[in-house]
C-alpha cells in the first residue's frame, strides 16, 4: 500500500495550484500513490507528434531529452484520448504489434516498462493536450491503478485551471503596467474613497515632488483645497454605480507657477476586471503639464474661431496665469493682453481667467507622451 494518503496528496496539489514549483514534488507524490514506476506532467501535440515534459520523476535525464527529440513522434497517443478518461496502451492499439516499435524497443522497455496509463488533464485546442502519464514496471496497469488516477484526475484539472488563470491574470496586469508607465502623463488608478491602487511611473514622479499632488496614508490630495473637494466628491460618486459621471478635468497649479490639467475618467466594470490588480478601482485620473505648444492649441483655434495671437494669451493664461505674466510670456504690453482676454471671454462664454484654465485642461490630451 502506498504510504501516501488522498487527502494528503489532494491537498498538496492544490499548494501547487498557487505555486506551481510544487509540481516537481506532486508528481512524485502522485507516483508513489497510484503505484507507477515513473510519473510526468507532458504536453502533445497529435498533429506534429512533438511532446514535452514538464515535471518528472523516475526518469533519466536523457530519456527525457530522447522523447523530446525523437521518440515522442513514436508513443501510442497519436489520437487523443477523451477528456479525464484513463487509458493505457492496450486501451488505444494492438499491444503485440507495439511491442515491435521503436518507442517500445528503444525508450518504454530499456527504462523497465511495460505500459504507460494516460490521462488528458487540459486540451488547448483539437490537437494538443496537457497529459499525466504514469509509466508501469513490470506490469500492466491494472484496475486499481486506474481507480487511484482517477481519483486525483478532477483535482489536478482544477489545479491546473488556477495555475493558467492566475499565470494569464499576471500576465495583463505586467502588460497594463508597462502601459501606463508609457505615457507620459502621470496616471493615478483611485477607489471610491480616493485611495491611490495604481500609479504608473510618472505618476511616482509627481507624488515623490510633494506639490500640488500628494498621498497622505494612501490616498491623493491636492494641494488646492477646492481641487480636492472637487476631485473627492467625483471619485466618491463614480464609487456609486447607481450614478452616471462623465470625464471630468481638474486646473492645478505647482508651486513655481507650472500648470497642470488633470483629466478624471471613469473606468467601467468591465475595465475594473480587466486590469488585474486594479480591479478595485473606480476612475483613472491623467495628470499632464499644461504648455503653450500644447496639442490642443488647435482644437481650442478650431472650435472657438481663436486668432493666433489670442491662442498664445489663452495658452499663456493657463500656463502663466495673471495679466502682466501673460504679457510678458507673450511678448505684448499688458493693455494688449486685456484686449486679447475680453475677445477670449466673449469667443468662449467665459469670464474669468480661471474658466478659461478649465477650458485648456478640459481639451488637453491626458494621453499624450511629453
Known amino acids: 500500500m ?14 501547487a495550484a498557487l505555486e506551481p514549483a510544487l509540481w516537481n514534488d506532486i508528481v512524485r507524490s502522485i507516483n508513489e500513490f497510484v503505484g507507477g514506476r515513473a510519473c ?9 507528434r512533438s511532446g514535452l515534459t514538464y515535471y518528472y520523476c523516475g526518469v533519466d535525464p536523457y530519456y527525457i531529452q530522447l522523447y523530446s527529440e525523437t521518440h515522442s513522434r513514436y508513443d501510442h497517443l497519436t489520437v487523443l484520448p477523451p477528456l479525464g478518461q484513463v487509458v493505457s496502451i492496450p486501451d488505444l492499439l494492438h499491444y503485440d504489434e507495439y511491442r515491435h516499435g521503436p518507442f517500445y524497443q528503444e525508450w ?14 487540459e486540451k488547448s485546442s483539437s490537437n494538443s493536450a496537457v497529459l499525466l502519464a504514469i509509466l508501469t514496471g513490470g506490469r500492466m496497469a491494472d484496475d486499481e491503478m486506474r481507480r487511484r488516477i482517477s481519483l486525483i484526475v478532477p483535482h489536478t484539472q482544477r489545479a491546473l485551471h488556477i495555475n ?14 508597462d502601459t501606463l508607465n508609457g505615457l507620459g502623463a502621470g496616471v493615478f488608478l483611485l477607489d471610491a474613497g480616493c485611495r491611490i491602487v495604481h500609479a504608473n511611473a510618472a505618476g511616482h514622479d509627481i507624488l515623490r515632488a510633494d506639490d500640488f499632488l500628494r498621498s497622505v496614508n494612501g490616498q491623493l490630495v491636492a494641494r488646492n483645497v477646492r481641487v480636492n473637494q472637487a476631485l473627492r466628491e467625483t471619485v466618491a460618486q463614480n464609487g456609486d454605480v447607481s450614478i452616471d459621471v462623465g470625464e471630468m478635468a481638474l486646473p492645478l497649479a505647482a508651486h513655481d507657477g ?15 476586471t480587466g486590469i488585474g490588480k486594479a480591479y478595485k478601482a473606480v476612475v483613472a485620473l491623467f495628470v499632464r503639464k499644461l504648455a503653450l505648444d500644447s496639442p490642443c492649441g488647435e482644437l481650442l483655434a478650431r472650435t472657438f474661431k481663436l486668432t493666433p495671437a489670442e491662442l498664445r494669451v489663452l495658452m499663456a493664461v493657463s500656463e502663466a496665469g495673471g495679466v502682466p505674466a501673460v504679457a510678458e510670456r507673450v511678448g505684448v504690453s499688458e493693455a494688449t493682453a486685456k484686449t486679447h482676454l475680453q475677445h477670449l471671454f466673449s469667443k468662449t462664454g467665459t469670464n474669468r481667467q480661471i474658466d478659461l484654465v478649465k477650458l485648456v485642461a478640459a481639451h488637453a490630451s491626458p494621453l499624450r507622451n511629453q
Open 2 to 15: 502506498p504510504r501516501i494518503k488522498l487527502p494528503n496528496l489532494i491537498e498538496e496539489i492544490y499548494d
Open 258 to 272: 507650472q500648470r497642470y490639467a488633470a483629466h478624471l475618467l471613469p473606468l467601467t466594470s468591465a475595465a475594473r
Open 40 to 48: 510526468g506532467l507532458i504536453s502533445k501535440d497529435t498533429m506534429s
Open 108 to 121: 518504454l522497455q530499456p527504462q523497465g516498462c511495460v505500459d504507460i496509463a494516460n490521462v488528458v488533464l
Open 164 to 177: 493558467r488563470t492566475i499565470d494569464s491574470r499576471q500576465s495583463e496586469a505586467a502588460a497594463f503596467a
